[in-house]
């Protein structure tokens, strides 16, 4: 083999090498850009999440006026406990109910458990079969909890803006993983419900809180509002990596290639 043979057969090694690198490249810019545009795409959509955990104990450290969002005293954050034996009617969330005689303030056995599965001494809000309670509210938000209690077949939590429905939340979607099964509910499920814009899109100005005909009561307390048009902070929610990172990974990926790249040339250059 002649050594215009090898120089041609070196060449052709190091062409190859490069028309590898830069489809791995360009494949790997696809997937990210493809990474990009699913993430600004989700971003768009509009959505609400919840997260359920047992709550706290009231601000004043008392355990017997059921579970509190750990939010309560955030800057912001304003508490409906129905202590008063009322809901309201006026300020910043205005309750109405569809059928007053069958959905109600009250205080019984029923009421949502406390953060341990504590009884429940204070008032609640009450829903009943084929009933709806509307919350109206002044302002956008974009957080609410509520101590969801006893929970019992078709509740259902829907979140509005205007009149165009953001999403629905049903007891399907909730009683699979309430933390707390109280024993004065016969071990029915509880828990403290956060439910958080994903993003700015998703904010919302009217809840409705509803129980199917022939359904269980849907019993609710200490209802925490968040007022805001940004996406919640005081959550962590599973973090997508901004656009921006994405690309810095990207450019990181580039530079790595490329490294790799040139140590390959050298070697095949060393063995030739």
Known sequence: MNSSHVTNLSTK???????????????????????ISSFIYAGSAQAISFKVNTGIAAPNGTTDK???SEFTQLPGTTTVDFNNGQAPTTGFAKYSFENGQKS?????????AGANGEVNKTNYLAVFNGDKVTINLNNH???????????????????YNGNTLIKSFTTQDVDPVAPI??????????????????????????????QAANGGG?????????????????????SVPEP?????????GGMFLGKR????????????
């Open 66 to 68: 059921g579970a509190f």
């Open 13 to 35: 090694k190091l062409q190859n090498i490069k028309i590898m690198s830069l489809k791995k490249i360009a494949c790997i810019a696809a997937l990210s850009l493809s990474a």
């Open 104 to 112: 109600s303030v009250r205080s019984d056995v029923w009421a949502p």
């Open 244 to 252: 921006s990172v994405t690309l810095g990974m990207l450019a990181v």
């Open 141 to 159: 938000l974009n957080y609410f909890g509520i101590d969801w209690g006893a929970i019992s077949p078709d509740n259902t939590f829907s979140f």
């Open 181 to 210: 099964h109280a024993s004065q509910h016969g071990g029915e499920g509880n828990g403290y419900l956060h439910f958080y814009s994903d993003s700015s899109n998703d904010i919302f100005n009217k809840i409705v809180i509803s």
């Open 218 to 238: 849907f019993e609710s307390d200490n209802h925490s509002f968040h007022l805001g048009t940004d996406r919640f902070t005081g959550f962590d929610p599973k």
């Open 261 to 272: 790249k040139n140590e390959k040339l050298q070697s095949v250059r060393k063995s030739n």
